[in-house]
């Protein structure tokens, strides 16, 4: 094995496009059904990130995730 050096971390890649894109698409009122509680938090955190409220209510064993504002 060798050593590297001044090699710079690449930026990490996100899939934040597809829930931005998302949440631009939403109206107040309007919800969606994810999968899995993952989805739910990036979903989540794409609405407050673009300065909106939400909230999210557990549907079997999924989730619903509403646009408040």
């Known amino acids: 094995m060798r050593i590297d050096k ?3 971390v690449p930026r990490k890649q996100v899939k934040k496009a597809i829930w931005a894109t998302l949440v631009d698409n ?4 309007d919800s969606v059904l994810v999968n ?3 989805e739910r938090a990036a979903l ?3 609405i ?3 300065g909106y ?3 999210t209510r557990k549907e079997d064993d ?3 995730v ?3 504002s």
Request: no cysteine.
């Open 53 to 55: 409220e939400a909230t």
């Open 44 to 46: 989540t955190n794409a």
């Open 66 to 68: 509403w646009r408040l």
């Open 62 to 64: 999924k989730f619903r």
């Open 36 to 38: 899995n509680i993952a």
């Open 26 to 29: 939403m109206d107040v009122g």
């Open 48 to 50: 407050k990130a673009q």
């Open 6 to 8: 001044n090699i710079p």
